[in-house]
T-cell receptor, first 116, second 115 residues
């Protein structure tokens, strides 16, 4: 069975600090996709990144970066120089192969609070 | 519209009543999903549509839950004889196709409270 673990439940940082959100996953599939979503107080899940299991290159997008380590089944997310607007719940998710649909298994989420 | 649209945004209903939640996916997206998110939890899969048909309804918790997508666009999630345990945010999502690994885009959800 697929499983996503986000061991950190709440993180609080001061603005401009760097913060890393951890994600560990379990799957028997050799091919899979990993995702990060942001959920601000409005409730909408905002897509941040999708990563194919064959692509272990790290990715950077502005202040965001992702570290995919297949050997440790981790897909961690780092926010550099955090800002108050980064305050939200962040979810890591794993795409499951079931009849070729993109069914996602989510972790429980990490609540990030960035204080001014 | 530009994104996934869900109505109502909030719904309070009495135990035992019938509820309908509506979802309008991103224009042109053939795949549509319903997820349910309880407080402090990540979203959990309910049902997936490819076009008009429910390709995977393995996440529906019981036969009080049903969803339709008659014309392959708008979908309605229907809950009969609501129970307090049904209180949650119901999220709708869509993707350009149902292909494995496609990015799924979510709406803001319908907050359902059963009293």
């Amino acid at each position: 069975a697929q499983k996503v673990t986000q061991a950190q439940t709440e993180i609080s940082v001061v603005e401009k600090e760097d913060v890393t959100l951890d994600c560990v996953y379990e799957t028997r599939d050799t091919t899979y996709y990993l995702f990060w979503y942001k959920q601000p107080p409005s409730g909408e899940l905002v897509f941040l990144i999708r990563r194919n299991s064959f692509d272990e290159q790290n990715e950077i997008s502005g202040r965001y970066s992702w570290n995919f380590q297949k050997s440790t089944s981790s897909f961690n997310f780092t926010i550099t120089a955090s800002q108050v607007v980064d305050s939200a719940v962040y979810f890591c998710a794993l795409s499951e192969i079931t009849g070729a649909n993109s069914k996602l298994t989510f972790g429980k989420g990490i609540t990030l609070s960035v204080r001014p | 519209g530009a994104g996934v649209s869900q109505t109502p945004s909030n719904k309070v209903t009495e135990k035992g009543k019938y509820v309908e939640l509506r979802c309008d996916p991103i224009s042109g997206h053939t795949a549509l999903y319903w997820y349910r998110q309880s407080l402090g939890q990540g979203p959990e899969f309910l049902i997936y549509f490819q076009g008009t048909g429910a390709a995977d309804d393995s996440g529906l918790p019981n036969d009080r839950f049903f969803a339709v997508r008659p014309e392959g666009s708008v979908s309605t999630l229907k809950i009969q004889r609501t129970e307090r345990g049904d209180s949650a945010v119901y999220l709708c999502a869509s993707s350009s196709s149902g292909g494995y690994g496609n990015t799924i885009y979510f709406g803001e959800g319908s907050w359902l409270t059963v009293v």
